[in-house]
């Protein structure tokens, strides 16, 4: 936060406004956000901090200190496809679109969120440009408006996601995890301390860039699947009302799309025994749906990765690890892992040497807590 301050106070001279705003890992509901499902995420304690103040300049200089790059940002400039400007760019587009009228500012930002790693990195820097501009020309947005906002700028971006993201990183309570209903918005905010365990996040190292993956298939895949549905049963209004009639009549009609369907099925079903198992503090029975949910994204959605599955086959054999997931739009990223406490180094030291004979990656990994959304500080 220090370096962030000075290299503003340098470059950009005195600050106006300091924003925090966090990262975010799912525990389980993967992939359903988008279709209207129910999702349990919570904001984790890593961070990008904007430091920021109005400009008069005709553009936004706009400075990512970790890449050591500036750009000069107007809705009209032309840049590389996978540019780190382009959130900024597309939020501006989507306050545009909508009629709010903004200025330049000067923003430096930095980060502590892993990139590429499926903790939302590309949705804090979304979410907290939009909060800085609202705050900078009180554009009074509220949270919900701020989280359509930010959902509209990511689709432009070219991922179809839902609005998992955006609500976790706004609307985070500190030791809580949102309990969001992705069709109706409802959230309700589940506790979630588990004496004696831990919340661990192992970076694959294998980056994944949702817009050049198949994401955006499953996405459309997942639509399909509903449409076919809805062919034979017109009554049909969302994917949260397939039961297993429409199942078995998408499995004789196609096999690819009533996979995909199964993977939401189960995984709505997952949600609510994983909210019953939280609150009875029952780390197996969460371990347990962590390991399910991870093959069903494995093997009926297809979303994971050869360097996911080397990790979590070999996390299994480790007592101390109670399960674990890929996280995140998948094909790379990150494992999310219920483990014991401080059994981190212990899993790690079993787990990092075989992965970097394998495939050649050095793991990273860090113990996320349940922390607070975005703010102001």
């Given at each position: 936060m ?7 106070v ?10 925090q705003?966090?990262?975010?890992v799912?525990?389980?509901?993967e992939?359903?956000?988008y279709s209207?499902?129910?999702?349990l ?7 990008v901090?904007?430091?920021s ?7 936004s200089?706009?400075t990512a ?8 940002l107007t ?10 400007a382009?959130?900024f760019?597309?939020?501006i ?5 909508q009629?709010?009228h903004?200025?330049?500012?000067d923003i430096?930002?930095?980060s502590?969120?892993p990139?590429?790693?499926g903790?939302s990195?590309?949705s804090a820097?979304?979410c ?5 501009l609202s705050?900078?020309?009180n554009l009074?947005?509220?949270d919900n ?6 959902s509209?700028a ?7 996601g ?6 976790a990183i706004i609307k985070?309570?500190?030791?809580h ?5 992705c069709?109706?918005t409802?959230?309700k905010?589940i506790?979630i ?6 919340w661990?996040l192992?970076n694959?190292g294998?980056?994944h860039?949702l817009v050049?993956t198949d ?5 459309q895949?997942?639509?399909q699947?509903l449409?076919?549905?809805q ?6 209004k ?5 039961n297993?009639v429409h ?5 004789l009609k196609?096999s690819?799309l009533s996979k ?7 995984e709505?079903?997952r949600v ?9 503090k029952?780390s197996d029975?969460?371990g347990q749906l962590?390991?399910?949910?991870h093959?069903?994204?494995q093997?009926l959605y297809?979303?994971?990765?050869p360097e996911?599955?080397f ?7 480790i007592?101390t690890?109670?399960g674990a997931?890929i996280?995140?739009g998948?094909f790379?990223?990150a494992v ?5 406490k401080?059994?981190?180094d212990q899993?790690?030291?079993k ?5 970097l004979?394998?495939?050649k990656?050095?793991?990273?990994s860090?113990?996320?807590y349940p ?7």
């Amino acid at each position: 936060m220090q370096v962030a301050s000075s290299h503003f106070v340098n470059k950009y001279g005195s600050p106006e406004l300091t924003l925090q705003v966090p990262g975010r890992v799912n525990i389980i509901g993967e992939h359903t956000d988008y279709s209207g499902g129910d999702v349990l995420p919570f904001a984790i304690n890593k961070y990008v901090h904007f430091i920021s103040k109005k400009s008069t300049l005709p553009y936004s200089r706009i400075t990512a200190i970790d890449l050591n790059d500036q750009i000069d940002l107007t809705t009209d400039i032309i840049m590389p496809e996978n540019h780190w400007a382009r959130y900024f760019k597309s939020a501006i587009r989507s306050l545009e679109n909508q009629n709010y009228h903004i200025g330049t500012v000067d923003i430096c930002f930095k980060s502590s969120i892993p990139i590429g790693a499926g903790v939302s990195s590309s949705s804090a820097i979304t979410c907290g440009f939009i909060k800085l501009l609202s705050i900078h020309f009180n554009l009074n947005l509220d949270d919900n408006k701020l989280i359509e906002l930010a959902s509209i700028a990511e689709n432009n971006t070219g991922v179809m996601g839902g609005i998992m993201d955006q609500t976790a990183i706004i609307k985070g309570i500190k030791n809580h995890a949102l309990l969001i209903n992705c069709n109706t918005t409802e959230i309700k905010n589940i506790k979630i301390t588990l004496p004696g365990h831990q919340w661990l996040l192992i970076n694959s190292g294998v980056q994944h860039n949702l817009v050049m993956t198949d994401y955006n298939n499953r996405t459309q895949e997942s639509q399909q699947a509903l449409s076919l549905i809805q062919s034979q049963f017109p009554e049909l209004k969302s994917q949260v009302e397939i039961n297993k009639v429409h199942l078995d009549f998408l499995r004789l009609k196609n096999s690819l799309l009533s996979k995909r369907a199964r993977h939401f099925f189960n995984e709505q079903k997952r949600v609510k025994k994983i909210v019953n198992a939280i609150f009875q503090k029952d780390s197996d029975k969460i371990g347990q749906l962590l390991f399910e949910c991870h093959d069903s994204l494995q093997n009926l959605y297809e979303v994971s990765c050869p360097e996911i599955d080397f990790l979590i086959d070999r996390l299994k054999e480790i007592d101390t690890v109670k399960g674990a997931r890929i996280m995140g739009g998948g094909f790379g990223g990150a494992v999310i892992c219920l483990i014991d406490k401080d059994a981190k180094d212990q899993i790690m030291k079993k787990i990092s040497l075989p992965y970097l004979e394998r495939f050649k990656i050095d793991l990273s990994s860090f113990i996320a807590y349940p922390s607070d959304g975005l703010k102001i500080i």
